[in-house]
């Protein structure tokens, strides 16, 4: 199985996504340009954190018109894995590859903390090596992770089981109080119909060693490679 | 031709930053201000031999597609001469 990471003028969250999976997931893994347009080596692709050209207009937007975009479309066409993580998130939406936006934070500060997401469903292959309702501690950074979507986009992603991790409290609980954005619903990560797209706002990839304060998040990338150890 | 283009957060879609100048402008003893909403303008310089209905509809294409994100905004053209 191969990963790749998409790079972006302005990603900064590359190289954590490049160590964890090369390290921790022990798989090979490259970085792929902006420019490039052939994906066909890989089997899932990451969108990493960062400010992609540097948020102008809205997060997420420009990176949109790059050429690896259309690359990253076909590519999820073609039921490849693809994980947005923050501004991979942001542009993910913008893209259309999945429904709703990211704005501003309600209380508008940047926002760089641990907080906790609850595992609202390990039906995906980026959760399958999780338990349903366990409290994963990963740390947030970002000023636009307010996720909205209109009342008709929030019944589908319900009902077709699409929200895969919600802020909650240390017990687990999605209250107001525990919703750091804002976001509608206590959204922090959702997937496309197909499955095979997951955003998300959190950075599991800042969590995967005790040393840096929770490792929680391996288990989405151990679960990236198990999902892939069972169809490559 | 130049086409002035307005995008602003639909209604019902939260605007903190509206609200955090309208605070501002609250403290700098204005009353009465009921709400403030913010947006974004665009002036595009557009190929003078365009008519106005193809600068217009290069405009909306623009507006529609780039400049705005439907999801949460909405947006108006105007074609202007020069």
Redesign the interface.
Known sequence: MKFGVIVFPGSNCDHDAYHVISKHVGQPVDFIWHRDTNLTDYDAVILPGGFSYGDY??AG?LAR?SPVMNAVKEFAARGGLVLGICNGFQIL??TGLL???L??????HFICEHVQVRVETTETPFTNQLEGGRVLRIPIAHAEG?Y???DATLDELESEDRIIFRYCDERGRATAAANPN?SRDNIAGICNRERNVLGLMPHPERACEDLLGSSDGRDIFRSLAATLAAIV | MRAKVYVTLKPGVLDPQGKAIQHSVELLGFNGIADVRQGKYFEIALDPSLDGERARDAATRMAREVLSNPVIEDYRVEIVEA
């Open positions: 207009l809205r937007a018109f939406c913008e429904p709703g936006a704005i501003r934070n309600r209380d508008l307010n909205v979507c209109d804002g």
